[in-house]
């Protein structure tokens, strides 16, 4: 979907009416509350809704997503509701397990009132995007259309774990808010769990350095959700009941889905879209899947930057009008406006270093062709004054492994990257100048010459890894990285997996000491052009650290081991480890 022109709605006189915490009946009477707002007087109008956990009074989460005094004007109701257990809403807050039934009910509820014309969107990111796909896998008939953003198919891969690896600091961080608000009036009889928690707010190393994972007897009291997320380490029926990817054949709505390259769930957020373009239940779920992805971090009206990386005023989310296009796409679906909406190009993404907007029939592109760069070097890869090279040319017979130590006490740290928040003295994220992280030991740093022209790396990058441990479990880190002529080293997209999980996320297989493996390594999704004269570079490693938990050799909940282990990497004649680039070439 291409942006639209903007209307004039500004101009327009509109009084409206209303109605905070406005009770919402759920199937199993509990009262949900919403805040609705409506054009004031006689009259029937299509209603927007957004479903929330963070709190419906708070500025940033009534606003920013989508300007309900421009919907209003533009003759839209806008409906702002706390989802259960949470802040107005009655009831029990457990994530995601209530969501569909109770978004069903909430469209029903909103179809029903005489000020509505019985047409429902629903719109939002974060935690507003699952609320949407989970709400659309009921199939209400008055759910029209949605627009998530920077969401999710699974609340396992890519949310709570990537590559069977837990999210630390993002899934802790996020948990201990929820805690915390939900403590209340029991906190007089818990302050030893309050006083901890407060304490990780305060201090983000706190959490990030807390082993075992499993002891926190904070979240057993508030927050029993962060212990069931633990004990399913593998994509396993409790993840799957609330997945919306085991229900896209159930969806039958048009979704403009929102992205962000630096986002740490865009691996989710394309899959939604490429997901339902192939399951979905009506022609219409899986001709309109719609996506937009910027150089963006996890925001609701992105900046043009992320990180230390600025790429151009055009942007940003107000550039492009996001607002407005969310408002065109229920134009097309809920109002029936011939606007040009279904016969737009379905993907409209951001192209880093070209930094220009680009129009694309489809997601990923169909002309990419995959570009294959060896692993080579000497055998002294370590930082990045070594060896290591990216090379066209296939590795020889006997080219010798690079070994690096991994120890979990002293982590790789993570430093930029698609995650979502970070801290300042803990990890930065977005764009940053990874010289600091090449120059440890236990990185293998790997770099092509200089580039001979202009070289677009649009799509999915993948990782083929010979590689051997002394331990029986690993991480697998691999980071993609533009080096400029000065030689600033900045990261594009990176991925981890855990060593068990190589195989499938579903069903882990042991590793054996001493045993080479190919690993397939999801180094992430991107559209970057690197520009010649620049090289590109792949980092390996074992670690990344806070952004996901430390391997330690065993369960990583239920172990502070701390024990050191060899890691080789292999690239020779029989064991090819290569880098996959998608490039296009116009």
């Known amino acids: 979907m291409l942006p639209k022109p903007i209307k004039d709605e500004y101009l327009r006189s509109t009084s409206v009416s209303a109605q905070t915490n406005v009770p919402v009946p759920m199937r199993d009477g509990t009262i949900l509350r919403a805040d609705v707002y409506r054009p004031a007087g006689a009259g029937r109008h299509p209603t927007l809704l957004q479903r929330i956990p963070y709190g419906k009074h708070s500025p940033r989460y009534r606003s920013m997503y989508l300007d309900p005094m421009r919907a209003l004007d533009r003759g839209y109701a806008v409906v702002i509701q706390d989802v259960r257990g949470r802040h107005a809403s009655d009831g029990e807050w457990y994530p995601y397990v209530n969501e569909a039934r109770d978004g069903y009910d909430t469209i029903d509820w909103l179809a029903s009132r005489a000020w509505s014309d019985g047409s429902v969107g629903m719109f939002g990111i974060s935690y507003h995007g699952a609320t949407q796909w989970l709400a659309a896998t009921e199939a209400h008939p008055a759910l029209k259309a949605i627009v998530p953003g920077v969401t999710a198919d699974s609340y396992y ?24 608000d939900d403590f209340g009036a029991r906190a007089s009889a818990f302050p030893e769990a309050l006083d901890t928690l407060r304490k990780w707010r305060r201090d983000p190393h ?51 889905n929102q992205g962000g390259w630096y986002d740490g769930f865009i691996r989710a957020t394309l899959r939604c879209c490429e997901g339902m373009r192939e399951r979905g239940a009506t022609e219409l779920a899986r001709t309109q899947q719609h996506l937009v992805v910027g150089p963006w971090l996890h925001q609701p009206l992105p900046e043009p930057s992320a990180g230390s990386g600025y790429f151009g005023p055009s942007a940003s989310g107000a550039a492009i009008d996001w607002h ?77 492994p690079d070994h690096f130590l991994y120890n979990p006490a002293n982590p790789v740290p993570t430093y930029g990257g698609a995650h979502l928040g970070g801290a300042p003295t803990v990890f930065e994220v977005g764009v940053q100048d990874q010289r600091a992280v090449e120059a440890r030991g236990d990185v293998l740093v790997y770099t092509s010459d200089p580039l001979e022209r202009d070289t677009e790396v649009t799509g999915h990058v993948a990782l083929d890894l010979w590689a051997v441990t002394s331990a029986s479990e690993a ?4 980071k993609l990285v533009d080096v400029h002529p000065d030689s600033r080293a900045l990261n594009v997209c990176d991925g981890i997996l855990r060593a068990s999980f190589r195989e499938s996320l579903e069903s882990p297989s042991p590793i054996q000491r001493g045993e080479a493996y190919l690993y397939h390594v999801d180094v992430g999704p991107t559209s970057m052009l690197f520009r010649k004269g620049h090289r590109i570079r792949l980092e390996v490693s074992s670690s990344n650290f806070p952004a996901y938990a430390r391997c330690t050799g065993r369960p990583h909940h239920l172990s502070a081991d701390m024990s050191p282990a060899t890691h080789t990497v292999l690239h020779d004649a029989e064991r090819q480890s290569a880098l996959r680039l998608p490039v296009v070439r116009r």
């Open 324 to 400: 407005g296009m969310q408002l065109a796409w229920f134009d097309r679906w809920l109002r029936d406006e011939d606007n040009g909406v279904d016969t737009d190009p379905s993907a409209y993404i951001f192209v880093m270093g070209a930094n220009q907007w680009r129009k694309e029939e489809v997601w990923p592109p169909p002309d990419a062709e995959t570009m294959t760069m060896f692993l080579r070097s000497g055998g002294r890869a370590n930082t990045l004054n070594g060896d290591g090279c990216l090379s066209l040319d296939p590795p020889s017979a006997g080219e010798p």
């Open 475 to 478: 991480d697998w880190t691999a």
């Open 206 to 256: 706190a959490i990030a350095n807390h082993l075992p994972l499993s002891d926190v007897p904070a979240f057993r009291q508030v927050a029993e959700y962060y212990y069931d997320w633990l004990d399913h380490p593998t994509y396993d029926d409790y993840w799957k009941a609330v997945s919306p990817r085991e229900k896209f054949d159930k969806i039958t709505v048009p979704a403009l």
């Open 157 to 180: 891969d890519s949310w709570t774990y990537l590559g069977g690896v837990f999210q630390l600091f993002w899934i802790g961080g996020w948990s201990a808010s929820f805690a915390l």
